[in-house]
């Protein structure tokens, strides 16, 4: 029998990480199976170079190294120094993973030359502010996945538009390919095809 809770096997890290989130009190935490989603998709690209926007305090960077083969780089982008150090904690001693502390928006303008194979947008940049400068940076057959497209507790007043708006975007993207899931907090994903321009 079909049960999307079953069987999700975490990451090592994860249960440490969780317990860590509970006790800073940080709301906006990616859930299992979201994560468990993004390691499936890291899986699929060996030798992949990731991104992350908006680490927090690491847990779905667990799921990506989770998924990630010893040849694929990832680099997570956070702009809160307190929540990232969660993260270098349990997972900073993987020579796979970056963590940078800084702005994410920043970032995408800095590293305009990089192409990444997967692109998880967990921030408002690169997501709500950015959209094509994160696009950019995708490499043919690449993912861009977000999540919390499905409506949340935590959501601010004014911020629905905000995630119709961007489901819109998406939907306008001309040359790639894209889904959206009922699937944990709500997922869209993109996928760049080789036509793709990107303005
Ligand atoms: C939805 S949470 C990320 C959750 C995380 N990916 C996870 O798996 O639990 C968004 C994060 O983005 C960070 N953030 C917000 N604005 C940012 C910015 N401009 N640059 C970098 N990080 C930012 C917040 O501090 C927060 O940790």
Request: hydrophobic fraction near 50%.
């Amino acid at each position: 029998m079909l049960d999307d809770a079953a069987g999700l096997s975490p990451p090592a890290a994860l249960a440490e990480i969780e317990r860590e989130t509970r006790e800073l009190g940080f709301a906006m935490a990616s859930e299992a199976r979201a994560g468990a989603l993004l390691r499936v998709l890291a899986a699929a690209k060996p030798g992949g170079w990731f991104l992350e926007l908006g680490t927090g305090t690491g847990l779905a960077t667990a799921w990506l190294l989770d998924g990630m083969d010893s040849a694929s780089r990832l680099i997570t982008v956070e702009a809160e120094r307190r929540l990232a150090a969660v993260a270098e904690r349990h997972l900073g001693g993987d020579s796979r993973l970056e963590i940078r502390i800084e702005d994410a928006l920043n970032f995408l303008e800095a590293e305009r030359e990089q192409r990444f194979d997967l692109i998880f947008a967990d921030c408002f940049p690169g997501k709500f502010e950015g959209l094509e400068r994160a696009l950019r940076l995708l490499a043919p057959g690449g993912f861009y996945v977000v999540d919390d497209m499905l409506p949340q507790a935590n959501w601010l007043a004014g911020h629905a538009p905000e995630v119709y708006a961007l489901l819109n975007d998406l939907e306008g993207c001309h040359g790639f390919a894209r889904v959206e899931l009922s699937w944990a907090s709500g997922i869209a994903i993109l996928v760049r095809t080789a036509e793709a321009i990107v303005p």
